[in-house]
């Protein structure tokens, strides 16, 4: 079967984080793994020192699962007043062995030393209630996280819950197949794109957008809606109900 290398045509499709050969114009082989992506959601307690949680994670976690091979790392506040505030924490692993490292923690000396203040807080002094977690794969089309735009300070976390699997796995294919290169066409900046494989509000997908600030995302989205890419290609058929709801979450980089 005659083999052909991906060409990069454009500039849309220079910025895809996409490592292909192609062996026809249907079947396509990925040559890197994909990643995993954590997020934590810490619901903090009213009027307690939040900082010694992020100072636990930024001083201890953060260094401990980048050395054993964690690939990015951010915490992120929610923008607004509401209450109970909350800590957002994206993790991203390059493989399924790196995430379990990084769960082996109470086997590592040197983060057991470096931890000890943090796990010997009193009840009086705990900052948060409890922390949820999802763990999700990177798409197929976007395999690794792209890096943040210079001078990012707004984040857009979104996820799409879908009424069945197959209405997520349709909706990563029209992600796949035809929405990824009008994404950087418009300025709407993807971080990274995942399908939520633990955690919660399944079946879902989840993925992160970044912007300059919050009128750069106002004209990204406007750009989007109005295009023709959309126009044509959300009223295909088999794109059809694949998404029921949506949950959106506006953050800023701590």
């Given amino acids: ?3 052909r290398k991906f ?9 895809l984080p996409l490592t292909y050969l192609a062996a026809d114009e249907t079947e396509t082989t990925i040559l890197t793994e994909k990643e995993l992506y954590e997020l934590r959601t810490y619901e903090m307690k009213f009027a307690r020192n939040h900082s010694l949680l992020t100072n636990y994670l930024k001083d201890v976690l953060q260094p401990t699962l980048k050395n054993k091979g964690a690939t990015y790392f951010q915490i992120f506040n ?3 007043e509401d209450e109970p505030r909350k800590i957002w924490l994206l993790i991203a692993y390059p493989n399924q062995k790196t995430y379990l490292d990084c769960q082996l923690l109470d086997a590592d000396l040197d983060y057991q030393e470096k931890s000890k ?12 209630n409890r922390f949820s977690s999802s763990l999700s794969l990177a798409f197929d089309g976007m395999p690794k996280m792209t890096q943040p735009i210079d001078g990012a300070s707004l984040y857009e976390l ?8 197959d209405a997520v796995r349709r909706k990563i294919k029209m992600f796949n197949e035809e929405e990824f290169p009008l994404f950087f066409k418009v300025k709407l900046n993807p971080v990274f794109f995942g399908d939520v494989i633990a955690g919660q509000h399944r079946p879902c997908l989840v993925y992160m957008l970044n912007f300059k600030d919050m009128e750069a995302r106002k004209t990204a989205w406007s750009e989007f809606l109005k295009s023709p890419e959309w126009d044509a290609m959300k009223v295909k058929p088999e794109y059809a109900n694949t998404v029921s709801n949506i949950r959106k979450v506006l953050l800023k980089p701590f």
């Fill in 1 to 3: 079967m005659k083999r």
């Fill in 7 to 15: 060409i990069q045509s454009t500039a849309v499709a220079s910025a």
């Fill in 78 to 80: 929610e923008l607004g």
């Fill in 117 to 128: 203040d943090y796990h010997s807080i009193t009840p009086d002094q705990a900052v948060y």
């Fill in 158 to 165: 979104r996820i799409y819950e879908g009424y069945s699997e």
